[in-house]
């Protein structure tokens, strides 16, 4: 897909004209991060994805990575394209100004990883879980940690990965049974063996920091005795030079449907030295300041997948030539009429845009509370983006990534047979974007941590700030004729959204199985409903600016549109997301296992 291009505008309209980002930066400490400014970095990072990661995409699909003698080889150019990164700076965008960092806000750095994974998502694995790895070891490690292994993975001289998954465990990481036996010096003998660890091993940069769970001899059994480590593939003299190679081996390279150009391995710990890192027998709740970072990450694979497809199938069918319109012949030239006058193609068309534009405004309005959460002066307004957060994260990760995988399916059947060609690179695309649903926590774990952990565990409290938010919006629109309708729509499935939580809250005290049965329905509407709140916002702000001249009205024209498509068509699944969720669990669990 070498054609492809950033999109830079509507990347510029959700951050400045939607979001007032500009005021946000202001609000914490970054007043000269101003409009101008984040404009020529975005241009500089597009003309890098462009040029250099795009034509890189294919070429990691094809070639994949190779294990050789015990060391992982990448695609052709992926190492050069590292390095270029590097050289540019921009691992050390959002990162603490104490270790190297630019210490610039945390959803500057997601955008520079929408603008650098959309077209080439293998390779931006590599940068992206680096720095999950520099947050985790920044909030729990010491300050001796911190300066040992910061400054070489802020720099991008060393990467880092999330070392969690084990063959018997999976998501059910209290059967985890990696071992960590305390040694003299004060370092840990590590042991075990770790699945599915993206980026694992590879040859772009000359050191990895593993951040390993595993388990203290006399831990109690399950979540409670699991501790949090740091284990790097080389070691780290206390001064950060590199020592001897440390006992962490690729064993394999798993062999996947896509994301070819990274490297998912097969870690074995062989009495390796490990770090403990936060207090014993609290790993899993630190890792999950890594883990809440790459769900994030993960809903913004959605967004690129979706993104990526709808610029090929946008083009192609103002290209292609098939048939004629029904209502007249549009293209009196030609022998047929470009497929994009149909309206089948433009339903899936629309489909694509509207989830394509609403997930990046999810994704910038989460991001822009994580800001807040972690910059603000204002404990109540700290406390309120930090809940906020955690409720729109799974949100975030599951509906973005299940939209994400819509999306582009619907990318490639625009094309019809020649999306099932290679060439295309709609059929790579798919393929990369299915693992999304699934890593970081299935569409079925971030379910039931939205429904069961964040909605009925808080009594219904987190749902507060949002509704508060979203009855603001509306009330907002009652003076405006063009928006009322809309209004009145998203006000009546916010009053809706509190029901359903009451009454599945009702009907688990009777089954638990309501929960699970719930779940994933639940989690979907949630979606819509947010991302009808965001269209919404959209819409008005699009009003806004076409009420005075501007340069561009047919990109304001163009959300109109979008919106008035989403609430239309889009919106009303979760009609039969509340039908489902009502029929309770009976009809999932009245048939015995053995009868399947």
């Not at 290679?422 to 693992?435: A, K, M, P, Y």
């Not at 990109?555 to 039969?576: C, D, G, M, V």
């Amino acid at each position: 897909m070498n054609n492809y291009q950033t999109p830079l505008r509507d990347i510029d309209f959700t951050l400045f004209e939607l979001f007032d980002y500009t005021s946000h930066c202001r609000a914490i400490g970054h007043a000269a991060l101003d409009r101008e400014l984040t404009s020529a970095f975005f241009v500089e990072a597009a003309r890098f994805a462009e040029g250099v990661l795009a034509p890189l995409g294919p070429v990691g699909d094809q070639q994949g990575c190779k294990l050789v003698d015990g060391k992982v080889i990448t695609p052709i150019g992926f190492k050069a394209a590292y390095q270029h990164y590097c050289d540019a700076g921009w691992p050390t965008l959002s990162r603490s100004v104490a270790y190297g960092g630019q210490g610039l806000p945390q959803s500057l750095g997601v955008i520079l990883s929408e603008i650098l994974g959309t077209p080439n998502w293998a390779w931006g694995m590599y940068a992206g879980l680096s720095q999950g790895a520099m947050h985790t070891i920044e909030t729990h490690g010491t300050e001796q940690q911190k300066q040992q292994y910061l400054p070489a993975l802020i720099s991008g001289r060393w990467t880092g990965t999330m070392c969690l998954t084990e063959a018997q465990a999976g998501s059910d990481l209290g059967l985890l049974c990696a071992r960590a036996e305390p040694q003299p010096d004060g370092s840990y003998c590590i042991t075990g063996t770790k699945i599915f660890i993206s980026s694992g091993d590879h040859d772009l940069a000359e050191n990895i920091v593993h951040i390993v769970l595993a388990r203290l001899p006399d831990a109690p059994a399950g979540t409670k005795g699991i501790s949090l480590f740091v284990v790097p593939k080389i070691l780290v003299k206390e001064d950060g030079a590199l020592a001897a190679a440390n006992g962490v081996t690729c064993t394999a390279l798993e062999a996947k449907m896509g994301i070819h150009g990274n490297a998912t391995c097969v870690l074995q710990f062989e009495g390796a030295k490990g770090w403990l890192l936060g207090e014993v027998n609290k790993g899993l709740n630190h890792m999950f300041t890594f883990m809440n970072l790459a769900r994030v990450g993960s809903g913004l694979q959605g967004l690129a997948h979706a993104e990526l497809g709808y610029q090929q199938s946008r083009l192609y069918a103002r290209e292609r030539l098939q048939m004629r319109s029904l209502t007249g012949v549009k293209n009196i030239a030609g022998p047929a009429d470009p497929i994009i006058v149909h309206p089948d193609i433009r339903r899936m068309l629309l489909t694509q845009k509207s989830l394509v534009e609403g997930i990046r405004m999810l994704s910038y309005y989460a991001n822009i509370k994580m800001d807040v959460s972690q910059h603000s002066t204002n404990s109540d307004e700290c406390q309120q983006a930090t809940d906020l957060l955690s409720l729109l994260t799974p949100i975030v990760k599951a509906f973005s990534t299940e939209a994400g995988f819509e999306s582009a399916n619907l990318a490639l059947q625009c094309l019809g047979g020649h999306g099932y060609i290679r060439d295309w690179g709609l059929e790579q695309n798919l393929r990369d974007c299915r693992i999304a649903t699934l890593y970081e926590g299935t569409t079925g774990i971030q379910s039931l941590d939205l429904l069961g952990r964040k909605v009925l565990g808080s009594g219904g409290k987190t749902l507060e700030p949002l509704l508060d938010e979203i009855s603001q919006l509306c009330h907002m629109c009652d003076d405006n004729e063009q928006l009322t309708a809309h209004a009145a729509q998203l006000a009546t499935l916010s009053q809706e959204w509190q029901q359903l939580s009451m009454n599945i809250a009702r009907q688990a005290q009777h089954n638990p199985d309501e929960i699970g049965a719930a779940a994933v329905d639940y989690l979907m509407y949630s979606g819509y409903l947010v991302l009808a709140f965001l269209w919404l916002k959209a819409q008005r702000t699009a009003l806004q600016q076409l009420a005075s001249p501007v340069a561009d009205p047919g990109f304001y024209r163009a959300k109109l549109a979008a919106a008035e498509f989403y609430f239309a068509r889009i919106l009303p699944r979760t009609i039969s997301l509340v039908k489902s969720m009502e029929s309770g669990a009976d009809n999932l669990m009245s048939l015995a296992s053995a009868d399947f």
